[in-house]
Structures are given as structure tokens and as C-alpha cells.
T-cell receptor, first 114, second 114 residues
């Protein structure tokens, strides 16, 4: 079974802190994605990566950056956390760039910024 | 750019009753369509997907969906729901030839009552 793991289920940070969210997949998937999930808004794509050291902006990249140094690991970075970044963050991976491939999701990290 | 509309934010239904969760999409090109389910405190998992061919798609847990190109819809149905189907359901679309990016709807909370 494909497994996508996220470093924390729950995280509480203070405004202005630098926050790292880590995601690891064990199926040699090329694509990795970071979403945030908010009530009534569904999932919104923050950043994605099609290959190591490659990254592309999604729909809401402001305030975030990412790093992909190894194929299995995709990190989301909040350079200076703000209260409006309190949310559920979901990581996903998929096999390749062909459309129609299933995305596999991690369990999510619920981040609270106080 | 594509978009997905799930008009029903919540759908209450009694156990063993049928249910339909509605999804409409908008895109200027051909699309692939997906339904994902999110159980409480978990990530998303794929229920079913439409890539091509037969417009009636069967998925896991007795769910099915029908692709209707003229109405740009992909409604999800189950003839008899169980209490364990209580979850949030997300419709998503990706453009053919557009890599593996998904655009999600805002979700429908299905609540099955005894």
C-alpha cells in the first residue's frame, strides 16, 4: 500500500515563527502536492512538485515556500507564521504527470498559529 | 481554468435510504473526474474516477457516479447508505494533458442517521 506520512498531526506555533511541515511518501512517486483545507473552502493547492528540486506555485502560494531535495520528501515552509495560516494541511503524492492518476493523501497536520 | 461546484454543503439521510451528492464542473477542455472521501480525522481516499469510456463508474463501498458531458455533471450515488458512510465527500477535476493537478469542490458533508 502507498503510504504518505506527515511529521505531525497537531502543531501549535506562535505568530512570526518559522514553521516546517514535512511529508514523506514511500512509493517512488514523482509528483507531490501541498494543500490547505478550510471549512467551506475545500482543498486549495499551495505548491506542487513534479521532480526533485522542481516546484511550481499552486493557487494560493503567498506566505509559503517548499523544498524537495529528495524524491520521497516534500517540505512546506511558513517563513513567518500568521494567524490566517491556521488550517489543516494535507500532503499528497501521485505516480507521474499523466492526467488521471490517483493522488494519495497523508493524514494531515492541523496547524494552529496563536 | 477549471472549477468544481458542490452545491450541497450538508446532506442528512437516514440509514438504508438512497443518496445523491451533486457535482458540476466547468472547463474549456476535456477533463478527468474524481470523487474522494474523507472520514473524520483522516486524509482523503479515492472513491472512484472517470477517465474515459463508460459514463457510469463504479467505486468502492457501493458508490457509483455518472458522467454527463452535456450537463457537465458527475453526481455520486449510493442506493442504500450505512452509518459508516458518514464522512465528507469531495468532487475533483483535472484537465487532460494538464499534468496531475486537481481542482477540488468545497465538499459535501454526508450525515447518516439511524
Amino acid at each position: 500500500d502507498v503510504k504518505v506520512t506527515q511529521s505531525s498531526r497537531y502543531l501549535v506555533k506562535r505568530t512570526g515563527e518559522k514553521v516546517f511541515l514535512e511529508c514523506v511518501q514511500d512509493m517512488d512517486h514523482e509528483n507531490m502536492f501541498w494543500y490547505r483545507q478550510d471549512p467551506g473552502l475545500g482543498l486549495r493547492l499551495i505548491y506542487f512538485s513534479y521532480d526533485v528540486k522542481m516546484k511550481e506555485k499552486g493557487d494560493i502560494p503567498e506566505g509559503y515556500s517548499v523544498s524537495r531535495e529528495k524524491k520521497e520528501r516534500f517540505s512546506l515552509i511558513l517563513e513567518s507564521a500568521s494567524t490566517n495560516q491556521t488550517s489543516m494541511y494535507l500532503c499528497a503524492s501521485s505516480f507521474d504527470q499523466q492526467g488521471g492518476n490517483e493522488q494519495y493523501f497523508g493524514p494531515g497536520t492541523r496547524l494552529t498559529v496563536t | 481554468a477549471q472549477s468544481v461546484t458542490q452545491l450541497d454543503s450538508q446532506v442528512p439521510v437516514f440509514e438504508e435510504a438512497p443518496v445523491e451528492l451533486r457535482c458540476n464542473y466547468s472547463s474549456s477542455v476535456s477533463v478527468y473526474l474524481f470523487w474522494y472521501v474523507q472520514y473524520p480525522n483522516q486524509g482523503l481516499q479515492l472513491l472512484l474516477k472517470y477517465l474515459s469510456g463508460s459514463t457510469l463508474v463504479k467505486g468502492i463501498n457501493g458508490f457509483e457516479a455518472e458522467f454527463n458531458k452535456s450537463q457537465t455533471s458527475f453526481h455520486l450515488r449510493k442506493p442504500s447508505v450505512h452509518i459508516s458512510d458518514t464522512a465528507e465527500y469531495f468532487c475533483a477535476v483535472s484537465e487532460t494533458g494538464g499534468g496531475n493537478k486537481l481542482t477540488f469542490g468545497t465538499g459535501t458533508q454526508l450525515k447518516v442517521e439511524l
